[in-house]
């Protein structure tokens, strides 16, 4: 059985704590939640949330670029987001971003996420016939 491997994304700043931006393990690619900061080390947790989606969305996005997948390549997506009302926005930034990409999909309302940002993505992509 292989070994999960970390992906390292290209000029994006570390992780914070203990874990790594996304694992490959076999051909599956898991992409630990992303909040909204930038790879420049600045954040958006006091910008507007649809500002703070696009760059969690960029950073998921940014680790399936360095598995060497895309959109296309993804299967499941969760977004935590902070109030309820938010999620009209969030979907119509999502289904803009995603284009033709539709994987399964959670989005879980939450009272309040780290550092005060608004929403969080995790996602799980598949690298078969990559």
């Known amino acids: 059985m292989s070994k999960p491997e970390p992906i390292i994304v290209p ?14 393990h076999g051909d599956m690619v898991y992409v630990s939640g992303q909040l909204g900061g930038r790879a420049d080390g600045t954040h958006t947790f006091d910008e507007p949330f649809e500002v703070q989606v ?35 926005p969030f979907n119509a930034i999502y289904a803009e971003v995603m284009g033709d990409a539709r994987p399964a999909r959670a989005v879980v309302p939450v009272p309040e996420l780290h550092y005060g940002y608004l929403i969080e993505i995790e996602a799980i992509a598949a690298a078969t016939g990559n």
């Open 11 to 24: 000029g994006a700043v570390a992780p914070a704590g203990h874990y790594s931006a996304g694992v490959r």
């Open 54 to 88: 696009r760059a969690a969305l960029d950073n998921v996005f940014g680790v399936l670029a360095a598995a060497g997948l895309g959109p296309e390549n993804l299967v499941k997506v969760t977004a935590y987001i902070v109030g309820i009302d938010n999620w009209p």
